[in-house]
């Protein structure tokens, strides 16, 4: 049938061919178009996927329900950056992809001085990023910050994060090695929560603000009065995070009874941490994967726990309890970590006094009490998130999560975004001389001998 139709008077008349020709070419291009208006497809094939949002923010984007309002006070050009609307529009269209609502308003600080002034805008591109009755002024704009201002604004309610302090505890505000406060402690601000010390010797009782209320190893006793006052914020429903060091309690012994908790002498061996790292001290501990629990989902980032301890606890109907990080499948707790520290060989087992593994060092408490879910992480480590150590791996993203979990954001639990990669590409003079004479003499030389080749041939014939 087709051999018929092309070999037919109708098709050897050039004229009627050119217009099957064009008939056929408007209806491919417009159907084309119309399933182009339909259905989106796009691929990022950049190194860096420069075109593309990390996988971190679209995930917050996806929980964020209602509109965004993104309003930018910049003048239509700028001395230094030049068309700055340009750079805005096109860095949030980014954005727009996955959230079309999205609705981006662009005031001229010249032409209306007086919104300008009312807004209290201090520089020219300077945005206001309104949701939920929220707003905040970003005067930088890359994923990171946006994103990062994002979820602020997607807490639900104000947040406050208390650690106890008065007796040497680690700080989140603090900048000393042992602290948490360079890592840790400006994440969590980073992502909306307000911190506050709180020392019971002078607090009448935790206050009931108190989102979470972070705990680390005294060194020095507390008084009966101020644990007093600890576990009563236990027994009215408070949450909690308590970093737990292979050091003396100095006074929380009570805590650990109040909640079932065991928390047997020695630190964790994990041969799994030195073969990753030939200089890693033996008393390291790697965690690599993760119980399923909300705290660790879509978690695949290796943690790092110095001298961890292990955590043991009593089956209690009123708790609800689950293992957040369990480490050393291979290794064991060691009751000489005097000894290990010291050692220059390699760390043995001793069948004696050693507890083979794998040893539990991070779990979560959960039950009802006074008409309210009441949720306790516990680690067996303080330093993790140190600012020595929470540089490793996802030291810090494990820890916000739980603070997120502990505060009842778990819908905001993520990963933190990453650094891009580096884009430069760096040549020497030999390979950029190549390069030049292949584009600006082979490739022209070549183009013209294919075309003289093939006009000589169709002469020819």
């Not at 980014?94 to 001229?108: A, E, G, M, S, T």
């Not at 010291?342 to 039950?367: E, V, W, Y």
């Amino acid at each position: 049938m087709l051999r018929k139709f092309f070999t037919s008077p109708f098709f050897r008349n050039a004229t009627l061919r050119n217009i099957l020709f064009l008939l056929l070419l408007v209806g491919t291009a417009s159907g084309l178009g119309y399933l182009a208006t339909r259905y989106h497809v796009q691929r990022d094939i950049t190194h860096n996927a420069n075109n593309s949002l990390d996988s971190v923010s679209v995930n917050v984007l996806q929980q964020l329900s209602g509109p965004v309002n993104i309003s930018v006070y910049a003048t239509e050009q700028d001395a230094r950056l030049g068309d700055i609307r340009k750079i805005i529009r096109d860095f949030l269209s980014l954005y727009q992809r996955y959230k079309p609502d999205i609705k981006l308003v662009f005031i001229d600080p010249g032409k209306e001085a007086e919104k300008t002034r009312a807004a209290r805008i201090q520089l020219n591109g300077e945005m206001v990023v309104e949701y939920a009755g929220r707003s905040e002024h970003l005067t930088q704009i890359n994923e990171q910050i946006l994103t990062s201002t994002l979820l602020r604004l997607a807490h639900t309610r104000d947040q406050t994060v208390m650690y106890l302090d008065g007796h040497g505890e680690r700080k989140l505000d603090g900048i000393a090695n042992h602290d948490l406060g360079l890592l840790f402690g400006a994440k969590l601000k980073q992502n909306g929560f307000r911190l506050n010390s709180l020392n019971l010797a002078l607090a009448q009782e935790v206050p009931v603000n108190a989102s979470v209320l972070v705990v680390t190893n005294p060194q020095l006793d507390l008084m009966p009065g101020e644990v007093n006052k600890l576990l009563s914020y236990i027994e009215r429903g408070g949450n909690l995070l308590w970093l737990v060091d292979a050091e003396p309690l100095h006074g929380l012994e009570r805590l650990a009874e109040k909640l079932d908790l065991l928390l047997p002498p020695g630190i964790v061996i994990d041969p799994a941490a030195t073969e990753m790292n030939a200089n890693t001290p033996p008393t390291w501990s790697l965690g690599a994967t993760y119980p399923p629990h909300a705290i660790t989902r879509n978690f695949n980032l290796i943690t790092v726990f110095p001298s961890a301890r292990p955590l043991i606890w009593n089956e209690n109907p009123d708790w609800q309890h689950h293992v957040l990080v369990e480490v050393a499948a291979r290794g064991w707790v060691s009751r000489n970590a005097a000894g290990i520290n010291s050692s220059k060989g390699k760390p043995l087992f001793d069948k004696q006094h050693d507890t083979p593994g794998p040893a539990n060092i991070a779990i979560t408490m959960q039950r009802h009490i006074n008409d309210r879910d009441q949720r306790i992480v516990v680690v067996g480590n303080g330093a993790f998130l140190s600012n020595s150590f929470a540089g490793n791996g996802g030291n810090v993203d494990l820890g916000v999560n739980m603070v997120n979990w502990l505060a009842g954001e778990e819908h905001l639990i993520t990963l933190q975004p990453r650094a891009a990669k580096d884009s430069n590409l760096a040549l020497g003079k030999m390979k950029l001389n190549i390069i030049s004479i292949g584009f600006l003499l082979f490739l022209p030389l070549m183009l013209a001998w294919v075309g003289g080749y093939l006009w000589w041939k169709r002469r020819k014939t």
